[in-house]
């Protein structure tokens, strides 16, 4: 791990910070970005997440789709959790968090956009930092590219139908044109921008070009949140409790999911080198195409994109954890 993805909550935090005090004291200038739209796209912002977004793609290798029926329990398992399990318990905790623990504490309509952010981030899977918490647990990398490659596809036609329905479900209207304009834009397109840079450069040549650009990538992703928090300075400084009511069910989303997959895995008797990726993709999320999504179907200074964010603090630090876990607990599981 280089120095910014191992700090990369103090970077967010620092962020948050400067994204705060430029908020209250220059409001005209993040007005500025947020009117600078086009179809509901923030276009300064679009830039920004492209940044993030197009690094990772390039690292998708759909020529390893071939050995998807290799040890296909691991990827199952993946799969499942992904698609099957995470939207639905992230959407049920926020329901119970903040329609009923919480109902006292948030007013109705903020509620509403903070389940709406929960939700986004439990629809997106890991797709680049994964490669991080796999590399950490000594995990197979080509059998983790294979699990990220083959979720990247199935994100294409399913994040937009099981966002929409947990958002509808969820009494949060869902406009239909927008979620779908996003999913292009933010999955599609960079997605075929990165097949045909790896097209063209090759392996070798993506891994030069992915490095060349990771301070890009994080710069990138530190200036949306700085411009995040800026549009959000005021509501935050009049309920500064909000990020913690927000972290809380995402705490127990993580280490809930984790603890599910990783209970699987060892009665599946995985090689640990396939079940402890397995169980990091399971439980990591896509933050970056949740933000995206989130300003994209609410706004810039919306509630569903600062529950985005908050996602973006304490992944860092909870993946670690759990890789420190993964690690100590090896000899649970069949020997790589």
Partial sequence: MGIFERYLSVWVGLAII???GAG???PEVFQVVADAEVANVNLPIAVLIWLMIYPMMMQVDFA???DVTKQPQ???LTLVINWLVKPFTMAALGWL?????FADLVSPATAQEYIAGMILLGV???TAMVFVWSHLTRGDANYTLLQVSVNDVIMIFAFAPIAGFLLGVSDIEVPWETLLISVVLYVVLPLLAGVITRKALGADGVARL???LKPLSILGLLATVLILFGLQAPRIVENPLDMLLIAIPLLIQTYGIFAITYFIAIRLKLKHNVAAPACMIGTSNFFELAVAVAIALFGLNSGAALATVVGVLVEVPVMLSLVAFANRTKHWFEPS
Avoid: D, Q
């Fill in 210 to 212: 992915s490095e060349t």
């Fill in 24 to 26: 209250l004291f220059m």
């Fill in 97 to 101: 968090f903040f329609h009923h623990l």
């Fill in 74 to 76: 691991g990827l199952a």
């Fill in 18 to 20: 400067a994204g705060i």
């Fill in 124 to 126: 997106a899977p890991c």
């Fill in 64 to 66: 390893s789709i071939k």
